[in-house]
């Protein structure tokens, strides 16, 4: 990793968790989809419901 990579990671890392949350799918979503590993249906129900929690919690986190 070179410096600049290991100082733009450093930086995201102290962003909020809602921020590092939507960082990481803006990134992997610019990736072609090939190189995206696909869930499978446990993984995929347990972040929905991790989510939805998440905006129960707040819904100021939602995306429009």
Do not use: C, I, N
Request: charged fraction near 40%.
């Amino acid at each position: 990793m070179d410096e600049k990579t290991r100082s733009l990671f450093e930086a995201a890392l102290t962003l909020p968790e809602g921020h590092r949350v939507l960082l990481a799918e803006r990134l992997l979503e610019s990736l072609p989809a090939d190189l995206r590993e696909p869930l499978d249906d446990e993984t995929f129900a347990a972040e929905l419901d991790r989510r939805y929690d998440e905006f129960q919690r707040d819904p100021s986190v939602a995306v429009p």
